[in-house]
Structures are given as structure tokens and as C-alpha cells.
């Protein structure tokens, strides 16, 4: 599958970006989806996962500020970020797992898109 991210850009701090993240099939496939990020000179992060379900879980910096969904109709997630910080810039990458007939897990990444948050 081919995950292609999108709305990425820059925003000034306390603004709002929402960024999709459109499979190239469909996503009900997908046991779950879920973002990471990469801040300039840092290691990739974990930000948070969404099940096939719609269960959300979010790591504790962006629990109350971020908040990820998904149209199954559309086989997109998305990423909406409110009060974005300067800490929040970063590439952001999104993934999605499924499970092989093999009864293996594979994951697909996006190619990412960039956050630029100023002060």
C-alpha cells in the first residue's frame, strides 16, 4: 500500500494544521494507524495510533492537543494539531499495520511532510 501525507507547512505558534494521510486502498484492512515524528537532529517519536475500531491513544506531549481520526470512506487518517508549539516542528510520518497471511505484521510508511512552528 502507498500512504501519501499532506498538510504540512508552516504556522505560527498556537495555530492549527490538520494533515492527511491517504492510503492508496482501503484502510479497513489496517489493524491500526497511527503517526510518528522526527525533530531536526532528534530521534524518530511515537505521537499517537488509531485502531481499526476508532480507539485513539496518544503519547503524553500531544495527548489534549492533537487529536487523529479516520474516514473509512475516504481511506484516510488524519491529524488535526491545535495549539501547536515550537517543540511540535518536526517531519511528521504516518503508518498503518496489517496483518499478512503469513501472520506477520507489516508496516507502510508515508514519505512525510514537514511542520515548521515559529514563536
Known amino acids: 500500500v502507498q500512504l501519501v501525507e499532506s498538510g504540512g507547512g508552516l504556522v505560527q505558534a498556537g495555530g492549527s494544521l490538520r494533515l492527511s494521510c491517504a492510503a492508496s486502498?482501503?484502510?479497513?484492512?489496517?489493524?491500526?494507524m497511527g503517526w510518528y515524528r522526527q525533530p531536526p537532529g532528534k530521534p524518530r517519536e511515537f505521537g499517537g495510533v488509531?485502531?481499526?475500531?476508532?480507539?485513539?491513544h496518544y503519547e503524553h506531549f500531544v495527548r489534549g492537543r492533537f487529536t487523529i481520526s479516520k474516514d473509512n470512506g475516504k481511506n484516510t487518517m488524519y491529524l488535526q494539531m491545535n495549539s501547536l508549539e515550537p517543540g511540535d516542528t518536526a517531519d511528521y510520518y504516518c503508518?498503518?499495520?496489517?496483518?499478512?497471511?503469513?501472520?506477520?505484521?507489516?508496516?507502510?510508511w508515508g514519505q512525510g511532510t514537514q511542520v515548521t512552528v515559529t514563536s
Open positions: 503508518y498503518a499495520d496489517e496483518i499478512l497471511s503469513t501472520g506477520q505484521t507489516f508496516r507502510s
Open positions: 486502498r482501503s484502510i479497513l484492512n489496517f489493524v491500526q
Open positions: 488509531i485502531s481499526s475500531g476508532g480507539a485513539a
